[in-house]
């Protein structure tokens, strides 16, 4: 009688082992999903900040090189707007004061967007515009 009894339990064992394994692999599958959402929006971050920093450095080189002297001769601010690639742009607010020039960095990239902020420093004795760095804003 013990024998016929246990006859159907291999299936039912099968059954639940099945359905643990599918909780299991379901949950992981799920946490992978967060880990691999959570990398594409830090890597679109750091690209947005990246973009920022390099309009930045674009806007810094043609200042220092003298190319926008005409721009700054005629108004105390202005924009530049960079467009990097498609979907990818960068507007540039620059300020300039009688001793510094702040720039003020906005990048977007995608649904990703950073701001970053720079001085130059009037350097009386070369009359020239001197690259101080990035600040916070």
């Known amino acids: 009688m013990k024998g016929k009894k246990l006859k159907g339990s291999a299936l039912l ?5 099945l359905l643990i ?3 299991i692999v379901t949950g ?12 594409i929006n830090s890597y679109s971050e750091k690209k947005a900040e990246y973009i920022a920093r390099s309009g930045i450095d674009i806007v810094v080189n043609e200042i220092e090189n003298g190319k ?7 108004a105390s601010e202005f924009n530049i707007i960079l467009e990097m690639e498609e979907g990818v742009s960068c507007d540039i607010t620059v300020q300039k004061s009688d001793k510094f020039i702040t720039l003020v960095s906005k990048a977007q990239n995608g649904i ?11 350097r009386r004795v ?12």
């Not at 064992?13 to 082992?17: M, P, Y």
């Not at 599958?29 to 990398?39: D, G, I, R, T």
């Not at 990703?112 to 009037?122: G, H, T």
């Open 112 to 122: 990703s967007e950073d701001v970053v902020c720079a001085r130059l420093v009037l």
């Open 21 to 23: 394994f599918m909780v």
């Open 68 to 74: 926008l002297d005409e721009h700054l001769k005629k």
């Open 28 to 39: 992981i599958v799920s946490l992978n999903q967060q880990y691999v959402n959570e990398e």
């Open 13 to 17: 064992w099968a059954i639940c082992t």
């Open 126 to 137: 070369k009359n020239k515009w001197e690259f101080l760095g990035y600040f916070v804003y």
